[in-house]
């Protein structure tokens, strides 16, 4: 018979997130434990021994034929492997697993209660609990206090500094913080490696490679902590080249960009919507992959993101790049449905095996949008992030050089967009961007800071 259980997951030793993750795995690898969703993370103050490092804590929903003795030994048996040595009760480990709820059981003995007996007290473990299950009670026989877990989370005292969940790009990069008001704005460079992109004229396309690392020095000295290398245009109509072929434009970027020491403190992006391409690119030392299909276009881009265990953009977009202009019809409104939509693609994610913690949003302008869609999601990405389900995600935004900032401003060639692309940008930072996508690197640079200096309080 199998049961459902909530696993509490905390590290404040080494890569606290590495160690989180290989727990994931360990537990899958266990055939007796199979995770089934996580929370995001979350990095919080220590509680009782108060002096050790941060924590990071989060949630797993399990699916388990153990009893719930036989899950605690085999969670057990996970921390050992991992190394976990418990010197101080409630003090530092690199990995800590507590079982907190176990189907609608209590189960009490000298080794384990169920529902967890803390759990109440601790916002760290009620604020993954209640962003995956908000609505549920504790068993009624539980020797706790009755009322939902979201009803016991409003009810904990406010925070000075509330928590925010974490997004982590790179190793060399602090984490994303999508709630904390205070946050930078990142900025995601535009490095096309194509000859047919629409901005650039494919200035990058078969330079050398002194030529090609001056221009990432450029972009990393102007202000860019993400580079997205593309090499594949995605523009409507643009001839589609073999897979290899795109990974033979990329992977070497991927390579030299790991080769320069300016670029020790920056995270390599992918946008592709292959599979192929996304694990070629990764393995050669890159760190996201941004795909404007949202595993729509490869059926094995999901499971392959999941296995290889990095961060991943999805993109709101309708058909393929040739034929999204003729889907762009949202008779129950544009919001609404790219939030249902991309609400759609988090499960495929989560299912698919991919980390919540791993996922950024992007609500895909100008793709399968026309002009006042475009328009309604800068307007309304304050709504967009607080879509049910959605709530807690970095968002990544794209406005830079696109046609419909040509069509308002007046100015056809895509170069020459920078005024109009600097206000899209300001309004995605007001309506709470975490990372803007620009082909002006130094010029975006000073408009997120001043935005971030307007908005971010």
């Known amino acids: 018979m199998e049961h459902r259980a909530f696993i509490a997951l905390g590290s404040n030793l080494g890569d606290r997130v590495a160690m989180i993750e290989q727990a994931c795995k360990e537990m899958d690898r266990s055939g007796k434990i199979r995770v089934l969703r996580t929370s995001s993370l979350w990095e919080t103050k220590a509680m009782y021994v108060l002096d050790q490092d941060k924590f990071v804590n989060g949630v797993c929903e399990v699916e388990t034929s153990l009893s719930p003795i036989e899950l605690l030994d085999q969670l057990q048996a996970i921390e050992n492997a991992m190394g976990r040595a418990k010197v101080v009760d409630k003090g530092p480990r690199n990995i ?32 993954p609990l209640c962003q995956l299950i908000p609505d549920r009670s504790l068993p009624p026989h539980a020797a706790l206090p009755a009322g939902s877990l979201q009803y016991h989370l409003s009810n904990l005292p406010k925070l000075d500094d509330p928590l925010s969940p974490m997004t982590p790009l790179a190793p060399s990069l602090p984490s994303i913080t999508a709630d904390h008001s205070s946050r930078e704005t990142r900025i995601m460079s535009i490095l096309n490696l194509t000859p047919d992109s629409f901005s650039d004229g494919g200035k990058n396309f078969s330079i050398s490679s002194s030529a090609l690392a001056q221009t990432i020095r450029s972009h990393i000295a102007a202000g ?6 593309g090499g594949q245009s995605t523009r409507p109509g643009a001839p589609q080249v073999s897979s290899s072929e795109e990974i033979s434009r ?41 795909d404007v299909s949202a595993g729509l276009m490869d059926d094995n881009m999901l499971p392959t993101v999941a296995k290889l265990g990095c961060t991943v953009c999805l993109m709101h977009m309708r ?7 003729k889907l762009a019809h949202y008779p129950d409104g544009v919001v609404e449905t790219v939030g249902r939509e991309l609400l759609e693609r988090v499960r495929a994610a989560e299912a698919a095996g991919i980390r919540r913690w791993r996922i950024i949003l992007d609500p895909g302008i100008g793709f399968a949008k026309t002009q006042e869609h475009n328009l309604k999601l800068l307007r309304r990405m304050g709504d967009l992030r607080k879509f049910p389900g959605l709530q807690g995600f970095p968002w990544l935004v794209g406005t830079s050089r696109k046609a419909f900032v040509g069509r308002i401003t007046g100015v056809k060639e895509a170069r020459e967009r920078t005024w109009g692309t600097a206000a899209a940008v300001a309004a995605a930072i007001q309506g709470g961007a975490d990372i803007v996508r620009v082909h002006d690197v130094e010029e975006m640079g000073k408009v997120a800071k001043m935005a971030d200096a307007v908005w971010r309080v």
Not at 224 to 229: F, N, Q, R, V, W
Not at 257 to 285: F, H, N, Q
Not at 319 to 325: A, I, R, S, Y
Request: proline share 5%; glycine share 4%; no cysteine.
């Open 250 to 290: 990329v992977v070497p970027a991927v390579t030299l960009i790991g080769s320069l020491p300016e670029a020790k403190d920056v995270a390599t992006s992918i946008d592709t919507y292959r599979a192929s391409v996304a694990e070629a690119a990764i393995k050669a030392g890159a760190h996201i992959i941004n």
């Open 96 to 127: 800590d697993l507590d079982i907190l709820l176990y189907d609608e059981q209590t189960f009490t003995n000298e080794r384990l209660q169920i529902p967890h007996r803390l759990m109440l007290e601790r916002e760290f473990v009620l604020r």
């Open 319 to 325: 058909g393929t790049p040739e034929t999204m202009n």
């Open 224 to 229: 860019a902590t993400i580079l997205d290398l």
